[in-house]
């Protein structure tokens, strides 16, 4: 009887380090959870900014080349004609 009474004491010991360990676990798995959320938002907001910054580059790549190309009729300076092609690599569109 007593070796059983040793052998529920031992294995009440191994639960109660068993559930410690789970709540830690659990624990851990919120504040991961928490950081991939703030993670996933701040790069959200990355893309954002960044779509944004890379429309306003196209805008201006754009009227630049418009510009250029309105010159270039009126000059016969050959680095405009490298340029504008440069800027049609970097604005696609109405190309």
């Known amino acids: 009887m007593l070796r059983l009474s040793d052998q529920a004491t031992d ?20 504040e991961v959870t928490d950081s991939m959320a703030d ?9 954002d900014t960044t ?15 418009q510009h250029l190309e309105v010159q ?9 004609n490298w340029l504008i092609k440069a800027l049609e690599l970097i604005y696609s569109g109405n190309a």
Do not use: C, F, M
Not at 51 to 65: C, F, H, P, T, V
Not at 72 to 80: M, V
């Open 72 to 80: 270039r009729h009126q000059s016969l300076w050959p680095w405009k």
């Open 51 to 65: 779509q944004i910054e890379l429309d306003k580059i196209n805008g201006s790549a754009y009227l630049i080349r």
């Open 11 to 30: 294995t009440s010991d191994i639960l109660a380090v068993a559930l410690s360990d789970g709540r830690i676990i659990r624990e851990l798995q919120s």
């Open 39 to 47: 993670l996933v938002k701040t790069v959200a907001q990355l893309s």
